[in-house]
């Protein structure tokens, strides 16, 4: 691969800028992952730091606040060289809001209310050791309060300097034009990646038109599009994977022969595969940064290399036949 620098990109009108390929924390948090380590994750993050990736995403519900106190004790010598992206909106101290989920014995709700977001910032500023947040996401949407309520709070929290940007995730149309109205968000934050393309269509145009950043998480789909997922994996415990049907051994196969298009790419470029889908993914039109789990320094490193990874549009197009050819059937 070659030394070209991190790939850079501006998030929505903020003036801020990071790098296009960020580190996402869900499985540093445990919760859906089989538990976690500290001090690899710690290890991890700082990796990713000094391998010049500036963007860390993670939330208080990864883990109940597990991921967010790692994260700040990872980056407690090193706040400058980040740009933080934290969320709210999926509580457990109160319940308000739309039940979601139990997490660890305890009911989840998605709640949006301006006093809980004021509730959540606090906690979060405290775990993750700062006083400010670069980009801060509402993580699911509230059915239960008004999006300009929930706006109106954001846009205080960043007039007092606690948060310097706006985003959105998990929206549907009706809540991307709400938040657009407000003139105040900055990016979404949606799910994307070589097996799940919808947002081409439904919010990529919409985003485009109205100079809105998409953060694609789950670029890797889970580690599907890692290159080390074999067919013959098992999945146990709780990890999310065992009962996701994107996972059985006949989509895996299916996921192998577009591997086998990947290949050629990588080893043009001296490359992973993880590395070359990640490139292929921020290559795509309105895809601003790709969010990638790491759970230990050597994948944290990997990851890392792909912002330096630039495809050429004939690479690009090859990859995106080969996924035309191979996964029909997965969600466009």
């Known amino acids: 691969m070659n030394d070209a620098p991190v790939l850079k990109r501006p998030i929505g009108k903020s003036g801020i800028e990071a790098s296009a390929v960020g580190l996402g924390t869900w499985a540093i948090g445990g919760w859906m992952w089989g538990g976690t380590d500290e001090t690899t994750s710690i290890d991890a993050i700082r990796a990713s730091i000094d391998a010049g990736i500036s963007l860390i995403d993670t939330a208080p519900a990864y883990g109940m606040g597990l991921a967010e106190a790692i994260v700040g004790k990872a980056i407690a010598d090193q706040r400058d060289k980040v740009v933080l992206v934290t969320k709210c909106g999926l509580v457990w101290n109160v319940e308000e809001g739309a039940y979601f989920f139990h997490q660890d014995g305890r009911p989840v709700h998605r709640y ?69 109205a407000t ?39 889970l580690g599907l599009l890692s290159g080390k997922m074999g067919p013959d994996r098992v999945f146990t415990g709780d990890d999310q994977r065992k009962d996701n049907p994107r996972f059985s051994p006949g989509n895996r196969q299916k996921v192998a022969r577009l591997m086998e298009v990947v290949t050629p790419v990588a080893d043009r470029h001296q490359a992973t595969i993880a590395q070359v889908v990640i490139a292929w993914t921020v290559a ?13 320094p050597k994948q944290a490193i990997e990851n890392a290399g792909a912002a330096r990874l630039r495809l050429t549009a004939h690479e690009v197009a090859i990859l995106s036949d080969g996924i035309a050819e191979h996964l029909v059937d997965q969600d466009r």
């Open 112 to 180: 949006l209310g301006p006093h809980s977001i004021r509730y959540e910032i606090e906690h979060s500023l405290k775990r993750l050791g700062t006083d400010y947040i670069d980009h801060y996401v509402t993580h699911w949407q509230d059915a239960t309060t008004p999006i300009a309520d929930t706006v109106g709070e954001l846009a205080r929290l960043k007039e007092e300097g606690k948060i310097r940007s706006i985003g959105a995730s998990n929206v549907s149309k009706e809540d991307l034009a709400a938040y657009i």
């Open 284 to 296: 795509q039109p309105g895809i601003t940064f790709s969010l990638c789990g790491a759970r230990d």
């Open 183 to 221: 003139g105040a968000l900055d990016a979404i934050q949606e799910e994307y990646s070589m097996v799940k393309r919808d947002i081409e269509t439904s919010f990529v145009p919409t985003c485009l038109a109205n100079d809105v950043s998409i953060l694609s998480y789950s670029s890797l789909a």
